[in-house]
T-cell receptor
Framework: KQEVTQIPAALSVPEGENLVLNCSFT??????LQWFRQDPGKGLTSLLL?????REQTSGRLNASLDKSSGRSTLYIAASQPGDSATYLC?????????FGAGTTVTVRA | DGGITQSPKYLFRKEGQNVTLSCEQN?????MYWYRQDPGQGLRLIYY???????QKGDIAEGYSVSREKKESFPLTVTSAQKNPTAFYLC????????????FGSGTRLTVV
């Protein structure tokens, strides 16, 4: 059974600091890994999708890396802003199923 | 714009009552999913469907039922057999194939009163 862990569970940083969010998974037989953002009481917004054959994916201030052999992914958010405050979820896809971590709740202080 | 529409946004259920959550997508996606989210926990899979008229149980299917009569629609019924239904419910869809990611709806918050 795939287990996905996100560390830390919560993070508070001053505006402008870079954010580093970690995700680990136990079964390396995955199709891809997806990072989502969730605002309180809202649905999930997809940020980045990394295929199992890729090492990283970038979109604007966001960069995600994937090391499938060690079961790790890292989401980097450069020059954080108060609008980046949200919960970030990591999800790995194996077969039909998407397995989620519990998320990292980020607060960016102005 | 294409997307997933979940309704209602908030739903209140009395003890012993069945309620149905709606999920509609206009993305022409083949697969659809229902997840439950509880505070401090990751999302857990309730049911999924890869094609019309076919669906499978996920990890926590007890007390729930679904149907998939149309490609666009995948309603979830929370039955009276579900003892702890208060949660946030999320519907998702995905194109067929191993390279595609998931798209999620905006969720329905169900509360037992």
């Amino acid at each position: 059974k795939q287990e996905v862990t996100q560390i830390p569970a919560a993070l508070s940083v001053p505006e402008g600091e870079n954010l580093v969010l970690n995700c680990s998974f136990t079964d390396s037989a995955i199709y891809n890994l997806q990072w989502f953002r969730q605002d309180p009481g809202k649905g999930l917004t997809s940020l980045l999708l990394i295929q199992s054959s890729q090492r990283e994916q970038t979109s604007g201030r966001l960069n995600a890396s994937l090391d499938k052999s060690s079961g790790r992914s890292t989401l980097y958010i450069a020059a954080s802003q108060p609008g980046d405050s949200a919960t970030y979820l990591c999800a790995v896809r194996g077969g039909y199923k998407l397995s989620f971590g519990a998320g990292t709740t980020v607060t960016v202080r102005a | 714009d294409g997307g997933i529409t979940q309704s209602p946004k908030y739903l209140f259920r009395k003890e012993g009552q069945n309620v149905t959550l709606s999920c509609e997508q206009n993305l022409n996606h083949d697969a659809m999913y229902w997840y439950r989210q509880d505070p401090g926990q990751g999302l857990r899979l309730i049911y999924y469907s890869q094609i019309v008229n076919d669906f499978q149980k996920g990890d926590i299917a007890e007390g729930y039922s679904v149907s998939r009569e149309k490609k666009e629609s995948f309603p979830l019924t929370v039955t009276s057999a579900q003892k702890n239904p208060t949660a946030f419910y999320l519907c998702a869809s995905r194109r067929d194939g191993e390279y595609y990611g998931y798209t999620f709806g905006s969720g329905t918050r169900l509360t037992v009163v």
